[in-house]
């Protein structure tokens, strides 16, 4: 890109691709913000008219709302509470040398390669269970009650679903970042007197803090519409206690048929996830800076 | 104090025995310094001393006490690494004081000997930079800074300044060689450079395949090599080494002399040959000179002498600087 010219000429060669990006973002947030003021009801077709903001008001005053919003949080705050501390933890674990490393690696890499669908079924069916799950058998084993998770604590069934799918993910991270600190520098703090614990708050925790801030970031981005593990699980239930926003916001559209709330909410949760991204950039950025 | 005795110490990595057996004596006070070509285990060396890996055999005394199973913390010791190894999230200053701070001192205490360290060294201004914002030789000084804070028994140093510029690297071994002879502590000091070992060293330490070759003061070494490795590497340009007929004439099977004990002119002498390639310094002049009969010798004057490729000169080993070795490369004295 040295001369003007080649600079222009480049410019040329972006321009479909960014309009064509451009008019791939623009016309379905368009179109949803249009259908946000209609109202369009699924069972009463061609009877869509000017709603106003009334859309908005009810899916705000819905008090499925706030408890979507709050399940949001819980969901990514929780997944990424354990996904960074048992990250952390089994990347220090695969650091050390031992026998059939290799394996050992791409196991713990497995769960990150199955879909959420399924991963969410096996939870479901294989684990979580009150007659045939695993966790029954063992309850069963030390002669105590079986607890039926999916149906007593959903939330926490959803979060444990979805953490243990993220885990890889943040391993794999945090592994490679442990790996890329200097040999000497250890040694160095080694000879400085730094035992094992000070050693990993001295030295390996600052020098992951820019690998956990890559974590958090893209985790928050996909933890915020977790969709499947609950549509295959608790399907937002019992009540409305595991429902996310974006469950939500499936459930206003293809189960009450209602496309015009469905698209308030939707908006609503374009709105939400830049507000949290705004804070996150901002409290990420510094670190990634320095 | 700080003096350090290895006996039969050896270092075994699977079947591959680095370090075969090594006995030494360093006494406190001296510098020290491991030379040798790379591979040839120095750096073993000085991590075994250090504590970073562990003997496979042998006992290695720190100050009269046996300290071959301490850990590397409680021998006593500071190291400075080859890369400087300074935390780099850290400032100088908590560089500098993490020693002190894992080793439980008070914070008055800590400040105090930070602020000596960092005078002695001129860091004064840079205590609250982060090791990215120094250049090279202030990281360097800043890894020295953390080894004297725990004024310890002894100082490692692992091929400190091969990282630096070679105007760098002159002023900083000068700044380590003052240091010596201010703190007066034992200082092992490893290198591949032979101009490092003699400049800085009491006493030189040259190794070959993990076995001391010969151990000695640098001029001892220079004037006095036990062998033909010790004898080629020590002195630059290196000795030469001739065999066959004019060695014989020495009653020697390899006889070596240095370039700078080659008398060169342009009339006469013992050897006659070819300039190859005239390097001239200015303070110096090298001649590569292929010898008849003998082959490449390189030889070295004072001063200019005015000769080019291709021109005939007559080269002349001083008698009293001819190193004579056996068959198996050991001298003959």
Redesign the interface.
């Known amino acids: 890109m040295a001369t003007l010219h080649t600079r222009s000429a480049a410019r040329l060669m972006i321009a479909p691709s960014v309009l064509l990006l451009l008019a791939w973002m623009i016309v379905p947030l368009a179109l949803t913000i249009y259908f946000s003021f209609l109202r369009y009801n699924l069972l009463m077709p061609g009877m869509e008219e000017f709603a106003g903001f009334s859309n908005y008001s009810y899916f705000l005053t819905d008090p499925a709302f706030f408890q979507a919003i709050f399940n949001t949080l819980a969901i990514v705050l929780g997944v990424l509470f354990i996904t960074v501390i048992g990250g952390i933890a089994l990347a220090l674990l695969l650091d050390q040398p031992m026998f059939g490393q290799g394996i050992v690696r791409i196991l713990v890499i497995a769960p990150f390669l199955i879909m959420p669908t399924v991963a969410a079924l096996v939870w479901k069916n294989m684990f979580m269970n009150p007659v045939n799950g695993l966790f029954a058998w063992v309850a069963k084993l030390f002669g105590l009650q079986p607890f039926d998770f999916l149906a007593n604590a959903p939330l926490l069934s959803v979060i444990l679903i979805v953490a243990w799918q993220w885990l890889p993910f943040a391993t794999l991270i945090l592994l490679t970042a442990l790996q890329s600190l ?1 040999e ?2 250890k ?8 035992g094992a614990w ?1 050693r990993f708050i ?2 390996v925790l ?2 992951l ?1 820019r690998a956990i801030t890559v974590v958090i970031l893209i985790q928050t981005i996909f933890l915020l519409s977790v969709f499947a593990e609950i549509l295959v699980t608790t399907n937002g239930g019992p009540g409305t206690q595991s429902t996310n926003l974006t469950f939500l916001v499936y459930a206003q559209a293809l189960l009450q048929f209602d496309v015009g709330g469905a698209s308030a909410g939707g908006i609503i949760a374009v709105i939400l996830a830049n507000i949290v991204a705004f804070f996150l950039m901002r409290m990420i950025g510094k670190t990634l800076e ?1 | 104090m700080g003096s350090i005795t290895l006996s039969k110490v050896s270092k075994v990595f699977g079947a591959h025995a680095v370090i075969p057996s090594i006995d030494l004596d360093i006494n406190n006070g001296e510098f020290v310094v491991f030379v040798g070509p790379s591979g040839c285990g120095k750096s073993t060396l000085l991590r075994l001393i ?1 504590g ?1 890996e562990d003997v496979s055999d042998g006992d290695i005394v720190i100050d009269g006490k046996n300290a071959t199973e301490l ?3 409680q021998r006593g ?3 400075v ?3 400087y ?6 400032s100088v200053r908590s560089n500098i004081a ?2 002190l701070k ?2 439980g001192e008070d914070k008055a205490v800590i400040d105090k000997k930070v602020a000596d360290a960092a005078r002695v060294l001129n860091l004064t201004d840079y205590l609250d930079r982060k090791p990215r914002q120094l250049s090279g030789g202030q990281r360097q000084r800043v890894a020295i800074g ?1 080894a004297i804070v ?1 004024q310890p028994k002894a100082f490692l140093f692992d091929e400190p300044l091969s990282n630096l510029d070679a105007a760098l690297r002159v002023n900083m071994r000068l700044e380590i060689s003052q240091l010596h002879q201010d703190l007066k502590t034992t200082m092992i000091y490893v290198t591949h450079d032979q101009v490092e070992a003699m400049t800085m060293a009491d006493k030189i330490v040259v190794l070959n395949r993990g076995r001391i070759e010969q151990v000695g003061s640098p001029l001892e070494l220079y004037h006095k090599p036990d062998n033909l490795f010790v004898a080629g590497f020590i002195g630059s340009p290196r000795m030469n080494f001739v065999n066959g007929a004019a060695a014989a004439a020495h009653q020697a099977h390899t006889m070596g002399i240095r370039p700078e004990h080659l008398a060169l002119s342009k009339d006469s002498g013992a050897w006659q040959g070819t300039v190859g390639v005239a390097e001239h310094l200015g303070s110096d002049t090298f001649l590569h000179v292929n010898v008849d009969g003998i082959g490449t010798v390189t030889a070295r004057v004072s001063g200019d002498f005015a000769v080019t490729h291709g021109d005939r000169v007559f080269l002349t080993p001083d008698p009293q600087r001819v190193h004579r070795f056996d068959d198996k490369g050991l001298a003959i004295r």
């Open positions: 200097d000497e520098q040694e160095a703090a080694q000879m400085d007197g730094a000070s001295y030295l600052p020098h803090s320095a | 250090a970073l850990p590397p913390a010791l500071s190291m690494f080859q890369s190894a300074l935390y780099p999230h850290m993490f020693p894992m080793a953390r725990r």
